[in-house]
């Protein structure tokens, strides 16, 4: 079965650059989440999107934004990098807002160095 | 205090055993309950959700719910090496973001 796909799986980055994570739901899935799990911690809510309408924002820094596509795909961009930014970055995807099953992506290894 | 709490282990028990895992949770809000297993430098997979109070089993998994009680558990019956990982629970209010616990790390000893 498909599965939600995410790229690039590792991305090394330098303080102050600039990082785009992309998402790629299951088929007819419109719902995209999106979370930030630190080492060793359990993984943090940081924005859902549904039907390409933000539902629901977390812990997200104002360095970051995120949108999701005609297509359902979604894309979080994260400017002025920090030290503490690096961490796995997690999409799930659900069927409809209102399934709180939520399927995750392998996830994006960022580091920033 | 966390809003859902889960003692982070490790917990080690020998092949073939019966492993109960647990969460408490103060966030009477709660409806929805999931677990989770996360091996290393993977993404989080979806074992078992539940909506209400009471039993859910699949295969070896069998989640309990006790809202009364705020406490989840997560049984796995006749437990294999390849049951070890992290396993986490996880609640929602509605349906949007999921609120997680900080996961148990589970050793399943051959």
């Known amino acids: 079965a498909a599965g939600v796909i995410q790229s690039p799986r590792h991305l090394i980055k330098e303080k102050r650059e600039t990082a785009t994570l992309k998402c790629y739901p299951i088929?007819?899935?419109?719902?995209v989440y999106w979370y930030q799990q630190g080492p060793g911690q359990d993984p943090q809510f940081l924005i859902s999107f549904y039907e390409k309408m933000q539902s629901d924002k977390g812990s997200i820094p104002d360095r970051f934004s995120a949108q999701q596509f005609s297509d359902y795909h979604s894309e979080l961009n994260m400017s002025s990098l920090e030290l503490g930014d690096s961490a796995l970055y997690f999409c799930?995807?659900?069927?409809?807002?209102?399934?709180?099953?939520?399927?995750f992506g392998p996830g994006t290894r960022l580091t920033v160095t | 205090q966390k809003e859902v709490e889960q003692d982070p282990g490790p917990l080690s028990v020998p092949e073939g055993a019966i492993v109960s895992l647990n969460c408490t949770y103060s966030?009477?809000?709660?409806?929805?309950f999931m677990w989770y297993r996360q091996y290393s430098r993977k993404g989080p997979e979806l074992l078992m959700y539940?909506?209400?109070?009471g039993n859910k089993e699949d295969g070896r998994f069998t989640a309990q719910v006790d809202k009364s009680s705020k406490y989840i558990s997560l049984f796995i019956r006749d437990s294999q090496p390849s049951d070890s990982a992290t396993y986490l629970c996880a609640m929602s209010v509605r349906d949007d973001k999921i609120i997680f616990g900080k996961g148990t790390r589970l050793h399943i000893l051959p």
């Open positions: 966030n009477s809000a709660f409806q929805y």
């Open positions: 539940t909506y209400s109070s």
């Open positions: 088929p007819r899935h419109d719902t």
């Open positions: 799930a995807s659900s069927l409809t807002l209102g399934g709180a099953e939520q399927y």
